[in-house]
């Protein structure tokens, strides 16, 4: 992997999360909505992972998605659930920049939340906040192309 | 019929009003009613959750799989039950191929349950059909969203019987965790709906 400076992050740059089930592709292709699941995570203390996009071609970031999948035995890599760093860092929430040696563009959304009796349903909240201003980015590694899915 | 103010077990309302005092339409309060008045009537509330799910004409019927009669909603009723419901009853019977593919715990029988009786409840006062898929904690979300307001309300029916629901309107946020699943509206759920703009 050759060394990528990502630099700083603007409000308007985009996060993906990735996805790795295609029944839900699909459904977030045909209706528009982002499932809250896909940001939902167990310990409240660890970010949430993601792909700092538009930094360079979607294929680049793509393929790293893609050895993911393949890692994780996951059917196959399928496209981002898209935040702003804007939304990202909203209602107490924070970006930070974590590369890593197999990919540069990688980032944590953090919720900043600290011990609390009902984590559990303030993660929900975060993440249905994040779900309901996601859109989906559509990736098709058949044809190489990649394009917004609207 | 008149709803106390909803008493949800752990409240957390930021940027909301209180949910007192408010009143509801005549829909609402008739899906919340469990007297049986209400126009769901011609739908069993306990059917089991192996139905097969018909519609056409405008209305939807349900018929048990095992070859009972079939039902109507307007055998009942001259309101007609919103498209939604098929598709939402459809989408809870494929929640466990959800639950497979998203590699979670299958949705327990009590989260399936408590999420079809509020589907059936809720068929007659919400227009707009929510999205049901599974979770990771083997329950059941559906997910009601009103974009013109970017506003929506997630519920979730989980494995234990215990729900929550979850309100987003704007940058205003809402919560609140309900020990019974069976009493989701008369605890905040209607409250929530109506703020999301998703009811009368």
Same mark, same amino acid.
């Given at each position: 992997?050759?060394?990528?400076?990502?630099?700083?992050?603007?409000?308007?740059?985009?996060?993906?999360?990735?996805?790795?089930?295609?029944?839900? $592709?699909?459904?977030?292709?045909?209706?528009?909505?982002? /499932?809250? +699941?896909?940001?939902?995570?167990? *310990?409240?203390?660890? =970010? #949430?992972?993601?792909?700092?996009?538009?930094?360079?071609?979607?294929?680049?970031?793509?393929?790293?998605?893609?050895?993911?999948?393949?890692?994780?035995?996951?059917?196959?890599?399928?496209?981002?659930?898209?935040?702003?760093?804007?939304?990202?860092? $909203?209602?107490?929430?924070?970006?930070?920049?974590?590369? /890593?040696? +197999?990919?540069?563009?990688?980032? *944590?959304?953090?919720? =900043? #939340?600290?011990?609390?009796?009902?984590?559990?349903?303030?993660?929900?909240?975060?993440?249905?906040?994040?779900?309901?201003?996601?859109?989906?980015?559509?990736?098709?590694?058949?044809?190489?192309?990649?394009?917004?899915?609207? | 019929?008149?709803?106390?103010?909803?008493?949800?077990?752990?409240?957390?309302?930021?940027?909301?009003?209180?949910?007192?005092?408010?009143?509801?339409?005549?829909?609402?309060?008739?899906?919340?009613?469990?007297?049986?008045?209400?126009?769901?009537?011609?739908?069993?509330?306990?059917?089991?959750?192996?139905?097969?799910?018909?519609?056409?004409?405008?209305?939807?019927?349900?018929?048990?799989?095992?070859?009972?009669?079939?039902?109507?909603?307007?055998?009942?009723?001259?309101?007609?039950?919103?498209?939604?419901?098929?598709?939402?009853?459809?989408?809870?019977?494929?929640?466990?191929?959800?639950?497979?593919?998203?590699?979670?715990?299958?949705?327990?029988?009590?989260?399936?349950?408590?999420?079809?009786?509020?589907?059936?409840?809720?068929?007659?006062?919400?227009?707009?059909?929510?999205?049901?898929?599974?979770?990771?904690?083997?329950?059941?979300?559906?997910?009601?969203?009103?974009?013109?307001?970017?506003?929506?309300?997630?519920?979730?029916?989980?494995?234990?019987?215990?729900?929550?629901?979850?309100?987003?309107?704007?940058?205003?946020?809402?919560?609140?965790?309900?020990?019974?699943?069976?009493?989701?509206?008369?605890?905040?759920?209607?409250?929530?709906?109506?703020?999301?703009?998703?009811?009368?």
């Amino acid at each position: 992997m050759t060394s990528v400076e990502v630099g700083e992050l603007a409000p308007a740059d985009k996060l993906g999360r990735r996805m790795f089930s295609k029944s839900r $592709a699909k459904r977030a292709e045909r209706t528009g909505r982002i /499932q809250h +699941d896909l940001f939902e995570i167990d *310990d409240p203390h660890k =970010g #949430i992972s993601v792909d700092v996009l538009d930094r360079c071609l979607d294929d680049q970031v793509a393929r790293i998605a893609e050895a993911a999948a393949e890692s994780r035995r996951a059917s196959g890599f399928y496209g981002w659930a898209v935040v702003t760093v804007e939304v990202a860092s $909203a209602a107490g929430r924070s970006v930070e920049l974590s590369p /890593q040696l +197999d990919n540069p563009f990688h980032a *944590d959304i953090l919720l =900043g #939340i600290d011990t609390a009796e009902d984590h559990k349903d303030l993660v929900r909240q975060h993440a249905y906040d994040l779900a309901l201003n996601a859109t989906y980015r559509i990736w098709r590694s058949v044809s190489g192309a990649s394009e917004p899915a609207w | 019929m008149s709803l106390a103010a909803p008493t949800p077990s752990k409240p957390f309302l930021a940027g909301l009003g209180r949910p007192i005092g408010y009143r509801l339409p005549n829909l609402l309060n008739m899906a919340l009613s469990r007297s049986g008045s209400n126009p769901i009537g011609a739908i069993s509330r306990q059917a089991p959750i192996d139905l097969k799910v018909i519609s056409g004409g405008g209305g939807v019927g349900v018929r048990p799989l095992n070859g009972g009669s079939e039902t109507h909603a307007e055998d009942a009723s001259t309101a007609v039950a919103p498209s939604w419901i098929a598709d939402a009853l459809q989408q809870l019977r494929e929640v466990a191929d959800d639950a497979d593919d998203m590699r979670y715990p299958l949705p327990t029988s009590l989260s399936l349950s408590n999420a079809e009786k509020f589907l059936r409840r809720l068929s007659w006062v919400v227009s707009a059909g929510p999205d049901v898929h599974s979770t990771p904690g083997g329950g059941v979300a559906i997910d009601f969203r009103n974009a013109s307001m970017s506003a929506g309300v997630l519920f979730v029916f989980e494995s234990d019987g215990q729900a929550t629901w979850t309100l987003q309107v704007g940058e205003k946020r809402s919560r609140s965790r309900i020990f019974d699943g069976s009493d989701v509206l008369e605890s905040g759920g209607s409250f929530a709906l109506r703020s999301a703009g998703l009811c009368g």
